[in-house]
């Protein structure tokens, strides 16, 4: 079965996130949401309709992904499948629920939003990344509904408050029970065996435990875990990330290639991330190559225990929660003993520098704020420039893609011909 992920525009409610990334890129329990889309339908074709400047970096990523092709679109019955939307575990049953879903006669529903949606080549010949909306929409008003299961998630937090119960199931789906219980000699292990997974290429230090009391454990290929940290499950350790002396609790991803010590309770660090030191991140949601300075603290709870705030997509939005933390763009960064409130939301490429009490509430991507105010950065180049070399440091580069990416975002114009790394200064 062929699908086609499309972001809606509610994917924008999840800024600053999806200001540089299309949403199904986001990361729940094990996996992206994409991931689980594709599982859910065992699917053996995939293609996306994004935004035009998110088209060039999904192909360069994989040249063989259709991405905003209308002739791709319409050469075989596809399924259109909304991007925010997690998927069940389980992959759908059986050939009847198939033929439902490529004869063009049907709307997946969840919590009154489509989840996914499948239509007969006439009406496909309309969709495009900008009617995919309206076309969804009518269909939704003609097309006979199931029930698709799994959660259309609307903002940010939603993915957070999802995440324990994703990393079980996940697990669950993905995790051979044959590889599962093995831990090395001085490992802690608290709880069943059965919810533990290392991965035989991770290194392991003496005195660490692992807590699978009340959900699995899960540590990724290259993954490093040092002396005195202690893993809570559910909790999931993507695959080369480093823990030092960490105190990972229950609901937590590490994304690829993390640096991570102190504390950090459910929450989800998408990949490439520092908070290298002490300090407390809870109920957050971290991009890529966001570097959390030493005593950084984010705040979760309201003194006054009411629900929490938060000012997203330019709408301040009641949340409904006890515990928000907060939501960082890609490649923001903090300074030392930076203190964030409930609910604060860090823009791409925004510095947020100490300044003796709580920082701003929303700080808009692409500036500083410190103790002489926020101001905009002057010099996206300069940006750009710390960008690679920070990338180059973990064997990766600011590509022309990605580089452009970042420029859409910050809503600049930025020459393309340009290079990513400024020449070093001549000083007397």
């Known amino acids: 079965m062929r699908i086609c992920i499309y972001d809606d525009r509610r994917a924008a409610d999840f800024g600053p996130l999806t200001a540089t990334r299309p949403a199904s890129d986001l990361l729940c329990g094990l996996t992206t949401l994409a991931e689980k889309q594709a599982r859910f339908f065992r699917a053996d074709g995939v293609g996306y309709l994004v935004r035009p ?17 209308p002739a791709w679109l319409r050469a075989a019955p596809t399924v259109l499948v909304n991007s925010r939307w997690v998927a069940p575990p389980r992959p759908f049953p059986g050939p009847a629920y198939r033929d439902l879903f490529t004869g063009g006669t049907a709307v997946g529903v969840c919590g009154g939003e489509v989840a996914f949606a499948s239509a007969g080549h006439a009406q496909l010949q309309a969709v495009s990344p900008v009617t995919v909306d309206d076309c969804i929409h009518d269909w939704a008003q003609a097309l006979p509904g199931v029930e698709a299961g799994g959660h259309v998630v609307r903002r940010p937090w939603e993915l957070v408050d999802l995440n324990a119960a994703q990393i079980a199931a996940d697990f669950a789906a993905a995790c051979d029970p044959t590889a599962a219980g093995f831990h090395p000699a001085g490992f802690a292990l608290v709880g069943p065996a059965d919810r533990l997974y290392l991965h035989p290429s991770a290194r392991i230090d003496p005195m660490v435990v692992a807590d699978t009391t009340a959900g699995p454990v899960w540590i990724g290929e290259g993954a490093v875990v040092t002396a005195f940290t202690r893993l809570e499950g559910p909790c999931a350790i993507g695959p080369h990330t480093q823990l030092f002396g960490a105190k990972v609790k229950a609901g937590t991803t590490l994304g690829p290639h993390c640096r991570v010590g102190g504390e950090v309770e459910a929450s989800i660090l998408l990949g490439y991330a520092n908070k290298y030191h002490d ?150």
């Open 53 to 69: 400047e998110l088209a060039p970096l999904l192909k360069a990523r994989d040249p063989a992904v259709p991405v905003n092709d």
């Open 279 to 428: 300090g407390f991140l809870g109920h957050s949601y971290v991009g890529e190559w966001v570097n959390l300075a030493a005593a950084t603290g984010t705040a979760d709870l309201r003194c006054d225990y009411r629900p929490v705030t938060v000012k997203i997509n330019g709408e301040v939005v009641n949340s409904g929660r006890l515990k928000v933390g907060s939501i960082f763009g890609d490649h923001a960064r903090t300074g030392l003993g930076v203190l964030l409130d409930a609910g604060t939301v860090v823009g791409p490429f925004a510095a947020v520098l100490p300044s003796g009490r709580l920082a701003p509430r929303v700080v808009p991507g692409f500036a500083r704020t410190g103790p002489d105010g926020t101001t905009p950065a002057p010099d996206l180049e300069e940006l750009f420039a710390t960008a690679d070399r920070a990338m180059r440091r973990r064997g990766k580069e600011l590509t022309p893609e990605l580089r452009a990416v970042y420029a859409a975002s910050s809503g600049r114009r930025v020459a393309e011909s340009e290079p990513a790394t400024l020449p070093l200064r001549r000083t007397a």
